[in-house]
């Protein structure tokens, strides 16, 4: 079984350190995305409130202060990164672990893919400019 992964890349005009409190903080990530109450620690055990799909268990498994974080997210991973570009900030998501033999895996990986990209991300980056 080979294990697939959505990778996304969102350009946003801030600073790294506002993407990281977006992407590690409970209040940061609930105005972007989904309420959660993250905390940017290594074995930190968290939950996500994924609406008709209930509470989604999460355990932080990586941290680089400012620059990656790294948590489990019910059967998968996702995996940010936050690289700075000049005036801007280069936000780079790896949701890993989709097992397309899996119909419900197929279903996110089909999905997921454009909801990061076209909905979620854009969401975050917006978030962002009218917040400056």
Known sequence: MKLRT?????????????VWERISTPDGIARWWRP????????????MDMEKWGM???????????RKLAYTF????LHWEIVPRGEA?????????FDLENPRHRFA??????????V?????????????
């Open 74 to 77: 019910g059967d998968f991973e």
């Open 36 to 47: 959660g109450n993250i905390a940017p620690v290594e074995g930190h055990e968290f939950t």
């Open 6 to 18: 959505v990778t996304v890349e969102q350009i946003i005009k801030t600073t790294p350190a506002r």
């Open 89 to 97: 900030t280069i936000l780079r998501l790896e949701h890993r672990g």
């Open 120 to 132: 979620v991300l854009p969401r975050l980056a917006e978030g962002l400019l009218e917040a400056a």
């Open 109 to 118: 990986f089909e999905n997921m893919g454009p909801g990061w990209r076209d």
């Open 56 to 66: 989604i268990p999460c355990r932080v498994i990586a941290v680089e202060e400012g």
